[in-house]
Structure formats: C-alpha cells, structure tokens
C-alpha cells in the first residue's frame, strides 16, 4: 500500500509546521472526500495532518452580533445552532441540504470548504482531466456533462463546485479566516474560490501551508431573511442540479440589500453581483426578480447538455427572491 | 397443515444480520488468506500487447500478478465472461486484463495501480440507436422467448384502427448494485476447491468452475451462506470467483476477490438499455384490434444478451392482429444480463405508459381501458390461464387507492407551484418453476432438519422453506431446523426468474410429506441418526403446462411535480397483487415494497449513461447512480388477492421477488402526465427533463 505519515495536531501552529515539515502534506479534518479520494488513487498524499482535535469546534458570537464558526465545527452542529438557525437561516438550510444525516456528522466547516469537485472525469484515473493531472485534458466537455458549469467554465475545465453550504457563505457575505506560515488573514468567502481559466488545479485562494481555522458571518447578515434552495436528483444524498442561496432586506418597498449566490452552475459558489446590483433600490415584484436574474444568467454559456441548468436556476433564485419578500413584508407587518 | 405457512414469521437469520455477525463471502478470515485487486481495461476494444508488471511486484505485500500471459488456463466456457486472463482481446472497457494478489487489500490496490498495461486499441462503437445498422432480429431472446412473434396482420390493422396510439419509449441501461459487491474467497486443499461466494445459485457456480477447472464437481465446495442481494447479478457465477480459484491455484493461498463497487458496472451485468415502438390500434370503444410492440437493445460483442422487453405484450391483452419483435445490435458494451424482472419491467413500462396514451386518446378511463381488453386466454399462446385477475387488482387498488372520480384531465390540479396527479399501470410476471432435490430428517429430540441447497439472497427463503416444510410435517415451526447456501447440501436452483420458493418449496414439500409418511409407519423410538426422506421434482416440477402461468398485479401512484425544479415526488404508492398463495406475509410483504420501491428508482432516479467517447458507464459508485433514498419514499403499500391456483406447486405460490418493479414505473409516469399534462417517453423523470419538458410545453 501506499505509505503516509499521520500527525495529529494539538494546535493550529502545530498544524501548519507539521504541514511545513511533511512534503506533500495535506490537512485531515472529517475525511469525507480525502479519504475517498485517497482510495481511488486522486489524492496520494505523503502526509495526513490531522486537524480534528484543534480547539476549532465552537460557534461563537461576535461582540458586533456576528458569529464566528471554528473550522472542526461538525456540519450537522452547524446546521443544528439555535444561532445559526435563528440568524443566518440560508446557512443552516444549506449544510442539511448536502449530503447524508452519517456524512453531515463526520464533515467538518473547513472540509467542506475545500471539497473537490465530483466531475467523473476528475474521479477516474483512467480518463483525462486537466483539474487531476494538469495539461492532460478535460473529458467531460464533450463527454458526460448534465452537471457541469454553465457559467465561468474554460476550455481546460468545466467542473463545478459542490459544497452547498460555500453557497450560502457567499450569499451572506461570510469570511473565510486562514492561517499560515505567512500569518492569519480573512478571505470573503465568494472570493474564496477560484474560476477554473487555466489552473484548474487550484480550486481555491488558500497558499500552500494555510490552514482554514473558521469562518466569521458578518452582522450585516444576521437576522435578514435568507433562504436556501436546491434542486437534485433525489431527496437527499445528491448533489445540487442548481441551488440558490439568497439573502434579501426589503425596506420603505424597495430592495435594500439582496445577497444572492448559486450553487453548481460554476467553478465556484456564483455570487450574482449583477442581479444584486439590479435589484438594489427596485420594487421587490417578480418582474424585477425575473430582470435581474435575467440579467445574471445571460452570461451563461451552456454546453450541449446542460442547458436545462439556465432556466432551473432562474426558476429556483426568482422562487426563493419571491417568498423571501413574503416573509419580510409579512415580518414587518406582524 | 399447521398453518405456518402465510403467517409473517419473523427472519430466521434477522439477528445475525442486524448484529453483523451474518458471515459474508470475503469475510471467511481462512488462515493464510490474501486479498486480490483486479486491473480494468482502459481502452474500450483492441487488444493488451504488454503488461509490465514488475513496478506491482516491487509493491510490499504484492504476491503475484496474474495476467492473460501466466494465468492458469482455462476450459472455454459456455459463459464467454468467465474465460478471465486467457487471451490478450478486450471486448469492452473495464474487461479485467490483470489480478494483483497481495497480503492485504491495499497492498493489492496499490500493485493494481502500479501495473501498467499496454493496448493496441480499436475504434470502437457503444452508441445504441433505433437506426443502429448492426441490428438484427434473434432466433432467441432471453428466457427462451422467441424473437419474434406476428399474428395477422398488425401494419393492415392499425391503419385502418379508429384510434391509434403510434409512440417511442426509452429506458437507458441500469444497474442492479447489490448492497454487497461480487465477491468470492477461495481455496484449494488436496486438489478441493472450496469456494464461498456471493450468488444466488452455487449449484451453477459449482457446475461452472468444474467445467473451467476440468475437476468433477464432487471435488467442489461453493457456499452462499448470507448474500447481501444480486437482483440478477449474482444468478450465473461472475468473474470474481473465477478469479479468486485462479489465484488460490496459482499462489497456493487462499484467495478473496471482492469486487469494488466502481468496477461491477462493466463486469456483474447490467440491464441493457432498450429503444421501445408501441403502435396500439383500436376502435372507439377502445377494443385492441392491433398491438405492436418492437424493441431495440444492445449486447455485448461476447455474449448474445437480448432484454426480451416485447415478451409482456405477449401476455396482457387482447388483439386480434400483433407484432412482437426484438432487435440487437452487438457493440463494444460491457455484457448485459439479468436485472430484477428482465423483460418485463422495461416492457410494461413502455406497454401500460402507450396504454394510459390510447386512454387519453380514447378519453376513457384507463382501468376501464384494460378491463375491455381483457383476454380469454393468452394472446400469444392461446393457452387458458391458470389463474388471472388482473381486473380484480385493477378493481381493489381502485378501491383502496381512492380512484373513483378521478378527473381525467391532465394539468389542473395546481397547488402553489405543484402539480398533482395520479396515475395506474397494471403489471404481470411469469410463473416459473425449476426441478430442485431435498432432504428431511426426523431426530430423536423431536425436531426436524430440512437440508436443500436454496440461496436466501435476502428473501426470506430460509424462513418461508421452513415453513413449508413445517406444515407438511404437521409440526410447529420451530421444530424444524434449516439448511441452506451449500452446494454440499441436496441440490436446487438459483434464487432467480421469481422461481426459488416455488422451486425449492415443492421439494421440501415433497420430502416433508414423505417423511410425515414414514412417520406414521414408524413405530418405537427414532434412531440415533433419525429418519430421512428425499425428494427429486424433475419431471413433475419441470413438467411442461397445461395452462398459461402468470402473476398479475395492478400500481397506482400519486404524485406531485415542482413547476419551479422539475422534481417530481411521490407522495403514495400502492400495489395489489394476484400471485396465488403468499407464502409468508412478512417478508412477501417485503418482497413487493422492495420490488415497488426499485421501481420508484427506475421511474425518478436511476438510470446509467455510456460515455461514448471513452466507452464506460459514467455512474460508477453510489453517490452518482442514485438509488431511492428513504427520502424519495412517502407512504408505500402492498396488498394481495387470496388467489387459489391449482396448476402451481403444491403450496399453490406464484412468485413474487419481481412483479413489485413491473408496474411502477408506468403508474408513476403515467401520474406525471396527469399532473403535467407532458407525456415523458424517457426515463428516468430527473428533473432536467421534467423541467425543460414543462417549459417546452409551455412555449
């Protein structure tokens, strides 16, 4: 078998010197993907650094009313905060629309964060793939791609995102915190992963060494409506076809401010800045949801087989927009 | 008769399974034993011109690497998937080219990455379409049924019909992904081979590896103790066990192979992907006068497999003027084979989905479509029926369904962004029966010990075969001990084609009887060896029919669509079933929501795609070919009539591991329709399709 060498860590500077000592490392939190991958032959690591029992696994509040998540923070504790749900409840929706019940109990923040994609292509070493083996090709553009990108793909990549819960992060304006030989620094969380262009390697920001210790959600999000919506194969333990996260203030009838990222129509979690920008200031009526939405999706670049994507995503982000502003213009009227 | 049978007596190995203590196939931990990594081919036709295996060798553990170049030879087998490493072709992509055998499974795993195979590769074809040149009609497809079948003159017919229904179905290629992978732990011992492997018949498996072998098979053992479900796949030996003898022989280990799951899309069988033309004809009362039902499919370029889909249409209904027809075309595929309810359960989707069609076309109600075409005798045949009441399924399900007043119209029931419907398909499965041998003992203690090479794939067969044996007897169930799962035991057949319980029941039944018999005669106390009886059905329970044998059953489904995503769910499921006596109404019970709940994947979930550029099946592990989850099930329920058939087996059973999935899929489609107003002639429903079908309606 193929031999590695496993540190657990004490602390987050344990962690990134052991990191640091080990060529090829890489930082173990629930295992959910890496060890999957490891079994298949994508990940072939010299080092596991284990980061489970690091004292990251709190949700804290902030004094300004936001909370910060440790990175070791469990999914399904995530999912199951009474803050989280009360505050950020997009958040909360989207963690319990990933995966399984089993999978959400062992998955960590910081794993999901950094998931890879579940292309097939990136899977299965028989096949090219330029994500898994720079310059040797993406077999899924002209092969098997209903659930690959519509929107930011390049030719060297079309892969999607999986995480649902990045999604929300990105919606709500959340901030990755990272630790590293070079210091401690935020990240915002839609930022935090890359467009494929041509290093599809790199799914995200994060330099070699740095270690995700948490993520903050801001003030400005806490308590605004916010909902998570995904469309899927089957009920549970599917991957998005698209999802939406959105987080939406309506005040004196006009948008105030309007977080709206998708999920699994990209490289990375699609903060739809665009659609933001046309809704702020606008009626919260469907025919600005469908505008501005519109407006975002025009950008799409659909392959032969995933076109369906397009109108999927409309549909779900102008669905959530709708019933968000039920929700607050119900919420003002109580 | 004690009245064992029918009741719902609980699993006799329930506890082991639930407590893990069940022994599986790869978990025999034999003294010395060592693991083994297959290496798939990864060119989709040509041929290996070198394996370098010496990186493998190098790997710690490594034991030895077989190849098509050392492998122990083998005698051809009537299976060409058997005849693993003899030769350099790859027929298909995933072909296995090379076993590593190693001291542990990783070490097995990390030889297998490290081989490095060279092909001289071919362009290949593995794109099925209704054009496909290469298809043609065969003499046989599978189950012996006849490739073709015409009576009068369907063309002629359908022309002149007053309603027709001319339509394309298509079901893509599934898997049946057992919850335990193919797996075989084998050794040898004096020139024995012992096998435990996981398969729904080791009688077959036995016979297979001594004709590979050239050993007589008293010199075999094989053993399917716990099999944790095959659906088709594990009802002819797969390449696992050849694998594992060969390396047994050629290290002198024993030997486990245990398949990983990415690798059974291409080696365990699949169901092949079938291309459906349903033209149906009828007058404006709705009577059939023309029915055809023409199918395409693909096989493998080493094995003739034909998913014999147009068979049903032989069976269901009345019309004067029929056309049945199977096409294939042999492509650079993996080998389709059996997947629970072969034939039926693609062509009843197609046949009762055109069916629910002329209804619409008819505007007439579609239970009351299938009652006017309800045959006297078997279309095809024209054998009377031995028992049929399909009509009365139709007529409860109606019942207890809530069907009456029912508003046709598709389309209208809008709740928010829902649309809602209900829909009903009507299902069949034949009665088939094997010719099995059995043993029963009377002992000293008083109890009994019933001994028959039945396969308990998680049926219920060890529980249900003791309670046949129990009423023959006339003793209390649980004075009657089991044996099964051994190839050393009285020999039987495969747990398959619905027919094991039948199968191997008539036999206990037989030997039971016998036994109370000499029993009776027996006086003074038993000896210390007891009292024995055997029972051998060849001839009875092979003995051709005089009467048409099927199961009928009738699906009703409720659903509800998502205008916004296309997801479809279904909030209520129920199946009435005429399939003579239920034998156990716990795990009978089991066995149909099982059946229904495959059924619900087959209609919303499942489904496989072929990569055509590089050959392969695209889904290749659970998270990505999507089996329900629980979920994707709301309420579900099976009933059955009390149905006494005389012309069956002497408990009077029809089978019933494979009629829940026949009708399913049609009743959930054809509840589609009713709520969408879009008629999807393509599964599975995922809601790609269901989305842009409502939008492309819509525009």
Redesign the interface.
């Known amino acids: 078998?193929?031999e590695f060498a496993y540190v657990r860590a004490g602390s987050v500077e344990e962690a990134t010197s052991a990191y640091a000592s080990h060529a090829g490392a890489r930082y173990l939190g629930g295992g959910t993907n890496l060890v999957d991958l490891m079994?298949l032959?994508v990940e072939t690591p010299a080092a596991l650094i284990d980061v489970t029992r690091l004292p990251l696994d709190a949700v804290e509040e902030l004094p300004d009313g936001g909370l910060r998540i440790g990175a070791m923070v469990r999914n399904s504790d995530l999912a199951a905060h009474p803050l989280v749900r009360d505050r950020y409840p997009a958040l909360s929706q989207a963690v319990l629309a990933g995966a399984?019940g089993q999978l959400r109990n062992a998955a960590t923040t910081g794993g999901n964060l950094l998931q890879r994609t579940?292309c097939?292509y990136f899977q299965?070493?028989?096949?090219p793939c330029n994500k898994r083996e720079p310059g040797s090709g993406c077999?899924a553009r002209?092969?098997?791609h209903?659930d690959h990108a519509v929107l930011g793909h390049s030719a060297h990549c079309i892969a999607t995102h999986p995480s649902d819960m990045a999604v929300a992060l990105a919606a709500l304006d959340g901030r990755v915190e990272l630790y590293g030989p070079e210091g401690a620094r935020r990240v915002a969380a839609a930022d935090f992963h890359r467009l494929p262009g041509d290093r599809p390697e790199q799914d995200t920001e994060i330099r070699p060494g740095e270690l995700v210790t948490g993520v903050v959600l801001p003030a400005a999000s806490a308590g605004l409506p916010s909902a998570y919506?995904k469309?899927?194969?089957?009920?549970?333990?599917?991957?998005a076809?698209a999802s939406v996260a959105v987080v939406l203030r309506v005040a004196d009838g006009v948008v105030g401010h309007a977080g709206l990222a998708f999920g699994a129509l990209a490289h990375r979690p699609w903060r739809a800045r665009r659609a933001e920008e046309a809704l702020l200031g606008a009626a919260p009526t469907r025919a600005a949801f469908e505008h501005a939405v519109d407006l975002e999706l025009s950008a799409a670049r659909p392959l032969r087989d995933?076109a369906?994507?397009v109108?999927?995503a409309r549909?779900?982000a102008v669905?959530v927009l709708s019933r968000l502003t039920d929700t607050a213009l119900t919420r003002r009227a109580s | 008769m004690t009245g064992s049978v029918g009741a719902p007596a609980e699993r006799r190995e329930g506890r082991e399974k639930v407590s893990g203590t069940a022994r599986y196939a790869a978990e025999y931990h034999v003294p010395g034993r060592a693991q083994a990594w297959p290496v798939p081919a990864a060119v989709a036709r040509g041929r290996v011109t070198g394996v370098d295996t010496a990186a493998a060798l190098t790997v710690p553990g490594v034991l030895a690497v077989l190849t098509h170049e050392n492998a122990p030879r083998l005698r051809e087998p009537d299976d060409a998937t058997l005849a693993v490493l003899q030769d350099p072709r790859v027929p298909h992509r995933g072909w296995f080219v090379a076993l590593v055998v190693a001291e542990t499974l990783e070490a097995a795993r990390a030889g297998a990455a490290a081989v490095r195979v060279a092909y001289d590769a071919e362009g290949h074809d593995v794109a099925l379409t209704a054009s496909h040149p290469g298809l043609y009609v065969p003499e046989e497809a599978n189950a012996g049924a006849p490739g073709l079948r015409e009576q009068g003159d369907p063309d002629g017919a359908f022309d002149s019909a007053a309603a027709r229904v001319d339509v394309v179905y298509r079901v893509p290629p599934l898997h049946n992904h057992p919850m335990e992978p193919h797996a075989s732990t084998a050794r040898w011992e004096d020139g024995r081979l012992t096998v435990h492997t996981s398969s729904q018949g080791t009688n077959a498996v036995r016979a297979a590896l001594a004709g590979l072998f050239g050993l007589p098979e008293e010199r075999i053992v094989v053993t399917a103790e716990h099999v944790g479900g095959g659906f088709g796949s594990k009802g002819t030996p797969r390449p696992d066990v050849v694998l594992a003898a060969m390396a047994a022989r050629q290290t002198g280990r024993p030997v486990t192979v245990s398949l990983p799951r990415r690798y059974l899309p291409a080696v365990v069988g699949h169901r092949a992907p079938t291309l459906h033309r349903l033209r149906l004809g009828a007058d404006e009362d709705g009577h059939l006068s023309s029915l055809t039902h023409e199918v395409g499919t693909h096989t493998s370029r080493i094995k003739e497999f034909v998913e014999h889909a147009a068979v049903p249409a032989r069976v269901m209904y009345a019309a004067p003027h029929r056309r049945t027809v199977h096409r294939v075309a042999a492509l650079d595929v993996p080998s389709p084979s059996w997947m629970r309810a072969p034939g039926e359960a693609p062509g009843m989707y197609a046949l009762e989905s055109a069916m629910d069609e002329l209804a619409t076309e008819l505007d007439m109600d579609p239970i009351e479509l299938r009652v006017r075409n309800e045959p006297d005798v078997e279309p095809d045949s024209g054998l009377p029926f031995s028992s049929r009441h399909l009509v009365e399924c139709l007529r409860e399900g109606a019942r207890r369904f809530g069907w009456a007043g029912r508003d046709p119209r598709p389309g209208t029931r809008r709740e928010g962004p829902l649309l809602r419907g209900t829909g009903v398909a009507a299902a069949t499965y034949p009665v088939m029966v094997g010719p099995s041998t059995a043993a029963a003992r009377a002992l000293p203690d008083g109890t009994y010990l019933v001994r028959v090479n039945a396969t308990d794939i998680g049926t219920g067969a060890r529980t249900v075969l003791a309670q046949v044996g129990a009423d023959a007897l006339g003793v209390p169930l649980e004075r009657v001990r089991i044996e099964i799962g051994s190839s050393e035991l009285p020999s039987a057949p495969l747990a398959g084609g619905s027919s094991g319980t039948a199968s191997w029941g008539w036999a206990v039944h037989e030997a039971c009887a016998r036994l109370a018999r000499r029993l009776a005669e027996h006086t003074g106390p038993l000896p210390e060896q007891g009292v024995e009886a055997r029972a051998d059905t060849t001839g009875t329970a092979d003995a051709e029919s005089e009467r048409a044998r099927h199961a009928f059953g009738a699906h009703f489904a409720e659903v509800a669509v998502d205008t916004v995503s296309g997801e479809v769910r279904v909030g209520r499921l129920l199946g009435v079933y005429a399939a003579g006596r239920v034998l156990n109404a716990r795990t009978g019970r089991s066995q149909f929501v099982g059946g229904m709940t495959m059924g619900l994947g087959m209609a919303l979930t499942e489904g496989s795609t072929m990569d055509a550029a590089f050959g392969d099946f695209t889904e290749s592990d659970l998270a990505s070919y999507h089996v329900p989850v629980h979920a994707d099930v709301g309420e579900i329920e099976a009933h059955w009539l009390d149905e006494d058939d005389p012309w069956l087996n002497p408990m009077g059973s029809k089978g019933i591991g494979e009629i829940g999935i026949v009708g399913t899929a049609a009743a959930i489609g054809n509840a589609v329709h009713h709520a969408t107003g879009v008629r999807f002639r393509e599964l599975p429903l995922t809601p790609d399709r269901v989305l842009t079908g409502m939008l492309g309606a819509r525009a």
């Open positions: 078998m193929k079994k032959g399984s579940r097939p299965d070493l028989s096949k077999g002209d092969g098997v209903r919506r469309a899927r194969d089957r009920a549970s333990y599917a991957f076809l995933n369906y994507k109108p999927l549909n779900l669905d």
